[in-house]
C-alpha cells in the first residue's frame, strides 16, 4: 500500500511541477551564494595564509566551493526534467533517471549536512592554527631582512591595526620576544648591552609594543615603550591607568572574524539542507505523470506517493537488495576461487 497516496488532476500536476520548478531554481541561486561564501572565505584565509599554522584550515572553504558547484549542476539538470515533466513525450526520457537522480539527491543531502556540522566544528582546531601561526609570525617580525621572512612585520601591523588587538593572547606577549632587529640596535649602547646580557637566550627584551598597538582613540600619546616603568612618564600608573594600547588579544580577534564567518555559512547551509528535505518531499509524487489513466489524454486523472510502499516494506525491500547485492558478490568470489583452483 502507497504511503501517502495522492489524486492528481492536470491543474494540480501543473502546480506542483511549477512548485519544483521554482524550488530547483531558488535551490541553483541557494549553490550560487554557498560557491561564493566558500570562495570569499578561502579569499581571507589566504590574506593571512603567513598566520596559520598549516593548510587543514582550507579544507572547509573547497568543501564549501565543491557543494556549490555540484548545487547549481544537479539542481540545473533537476529544473530542466521538472519543465519537461509536463509533456508525456519529452518526460519519457529523463522516467528511468528518476529514481537514480533521487537517490542522488538523498546522498547529496547528507553530505549537504556533514558540510553545515563541519561549519561550526572546525572553529576548534582553526582556534589552534591561529594561536600556533600567531606566535610563529611574532617571533619573525624582526626579521626584516630575511627571505621568506620580510612580510611578516607588514602582516602583522596591518592585521593589530585592522582588528584593533595586539599580541597572541594579549600586549604582554611582545615583552617577552625579541622584535627589534639586531639591525637596529646600538650594541655599544650599555642599556643595550645590560638588556642582552640579562637575557638566558641573548636577545633584546624590552617592555614595549609595535606602533600597530597603540589605540588612536585615546586622548593620551601612545606609551608602547615602558610600559611597565612608571617613573618614565609623567602621572603614570600602568597598574590601574588606562593604557591607550589594544588589550585585546589578535587570536582572540582572528578566531571571532573568521568564527562568525563560518556560523554564517553554517547558518545558510543548513537551510539549504532544510530546504532539499522540503524539496525531497515534493518531488516525491513524481510518478503521478507515469501513473496517468489514460496516457494519451493528459487532463485524466494520476496517483502520486511519497511511497510506492508504506515505510516497514520499503525497508525491508532495501534490505532484501543489499542481502542480495552481498550474497552476488560472493557468488562470484566463489566462481573465481573454483576457476583458479582447476587451472
Known sequence: MALMLVKFDLKKRVKLAQTVWFMYWFAVMAGVLVFSMG????????KR????DNNESHLLPNLLIFMGLIACGINAFGGKVCYDSLDPTKFAKWKPMLKIFLGFCVGFNVLLLLTALMCFVMRIPLQFTL?????????????????????????????????????NDNYRDWFEIQWVSNRYLDFSAKEVKDRIGSNVDGQYLMDGVPFSCCNPSSPRPCIQFQMTNNSAHYS???????????????????????????????????????????????TSPAPSLSTLANPEDPE???????????????FTDIMDK????GKGSKVEEGGEVAVATVS
Open 39 to 46: 570562495l570569499f572565505f578561502k579569499i581571507e584565509l589566504r
Open 49 to 52: 595564509s603567513e598566520l596559520m
Open 131 to 167: 594561536a600556533e601561526g600567531l606566535r610563529n609570525g611574532m617571533r619573525y617580525y624582526k626579521d626584516t631582512d630575511t627571505p621568506g621572512r620580510c612580510y611578516m612585520k607588514r602582516t602583522l601591523d596591518l592585521m593589530q591595526m585592522e582588528f584593533r588587538c595586539c599580541g
Open 236 to 282: 603614570y600608573d600602568h597598574y590601574t591607568e588606562e593604557l591607550n594600547v589594544w588589550k585585546r588579544g589578535c587570536s582572540d580577534a582572528l578566531l571571532s572574524y573568521y568564527g562568525g564567518m563560518m556560523n554564517t555559512i553554517g547558518a545558510l547551509v543548513v537551510t539549504n539542507w532544510l530546504f532539499w528535505k522540503i524539496y525531497i518531499l515534493l
Open 300 to 314: 485524466s486523472e494520476s496517483e502520486g506517493w511519497i511511497l510506492e510502499k508504506t515505510v516497514k516494506e520499503t
Open 322 to 325: 543489499m542481502k542480495a547485492m
